[in-house]
């Protein structure tokens, strides 16, 4: 396994990390999760994110690292919690993190991000949104100043508003997740030359994109999926064209691609159990793409350089989908 550091953390990560969202109970169970997290740690890999939102995500990973001596790094967020939620009670988000330190086991945060600090219809942080400050920013530096947390971050998914925070806010480390994998690079105009002109550490996460990448779908690409565009169809057959004629893996020519950036620190991989970890960490163990292959992944990214406007954010492969475009607003 490969480390990079983490932007001005000055942390080392490995290569490939590990999201916690899978390894959640409604996922697999606990004990293939914790069987997963220790091979993973076995394996080099030292970065572990999870969120309050994952469900019981960081009860099992604490449960998974407790007692663990081998160093390691863990992240969690702000966000979702507690019920009903007010991102702007900062009494309450306090409550949380130290609810998070006694899931987790721990008496400090590596990571503290606030979850989706992008999307204000989700979770409305920000009293002052033209500079995007609020409760959650002062309670970040109180908990640094504290000891509480050692660096902070910004976990978002959109394309272009998280790069506006980025540029007015101070932050440590960003995870942007959805917008920087094989057909989707959006990332790459605004989020990423942000995050790298502050020296932000850049972590991605859903390289594989929930799924739509984690495995071909020939069928449905050729025949179904009545909710995909005519180009993104036409995308995904160039794409299965090319792993034919190179002989690989869907999940590893995604994962080769994220790690062949060197302006990103680590990629999130959401295994839920040992085999999947193991499989994950051969593909990235071969290294980042050969630059005629990458040549030929950004060919076939132009096709479609933008989320066509009704393609269903989680592409539902594998799923049969009977809900058309939502309401007008």
């Known amino acids: 396994m490969r480390y990079r550091v983490l932007g001005k953390t000055g942390l080392e990560v490995s290569e ?7 390894i959640a109970s409604f996922a697999t169970a606990r004990k293939e999760a914790c069987r997963a997290v220790r091979r993973a740690l076995e394996l080099g890999i030292n970065y572990f994110d ?3 939102s994952y469900h019981d995500s960081e009860q099992v990973l604490g449960y998974a690292l407790d007692g663990v001596a081998q160093p390691h790094i863990v992240s969690t967020k702000l966000g979702g919690r507690p019920q009903p939620f007010n991102p702007q009670d900062k009494d309450a988000l306090r409550r949380s993190v130290e609810e998070s330190l006694r899931l987790l086991k721990r008496d400090c945060i590596d990571i503290l991000f606030i979850h989706e600090p992008d999307r204000p219809g989700q979770y409305d942080w920000f009293t002052d949104r033209s500079r995007f400050h609020g409760p959650v920013c002062e309670l970040l530096e109180e908990l640094k100043s504290e000891g509480i947390i050692r660096f902070t971050g910004l976990g978002g998914t959109t394309a272009y508003e998280l790069a506006r925070i980025i540029e007015v806010g101070d932050y ?17 105009i605004e989020v990423i030359p942000a995050a790298r002109k502050r020296g932000m550490g850049i972590i991605i996460g859903s390289p594989l994109q929930q799924g739509a990448l984690a495995r071909r779908y020939d069928a449905e690409v050729l025949h179904g999926a009545r909710w995909l565009s005519k180009p993104r169809r036409e995308q995904f057959k160039r794409l299965y064209a090319l792993l034919d004629e190179i002989e690989m893996s869907l999940p590893e020519l995604a994962l080769r691609f994220v790690i062949s950036n060197p302006d990103i620190s680590t990629v999130l991989m959401g295994a839920r159990s040992v085999a999947e970890v193991e499989a994950n960490v051969r593909a990235v163990e071969k290294g980042p793409l050969p630059a005629d292959i990458l040549a030929r992944i950004q060919e076939i990214a132009a096709m479609v350089p933008f989320r066509p406007f009704e393609e269903p954010f989680v592409l539902p492969f ?8 939502g309401p007008a607003r």
């Open 318 to 325: 594998g799923r049969e989908d009977r809900e058309g475009p």
């Open 172 to 188: 440590d480390v960003v995870l942007t997740a959805f917008n920087y994998s094989l057909l989707w690079q959006e990332a790459l």
């Open 16 to 22: 490939l990390s590990m999201g916690g969202l899978f």
């Open 50 to 52: 999870t969120a309050p």
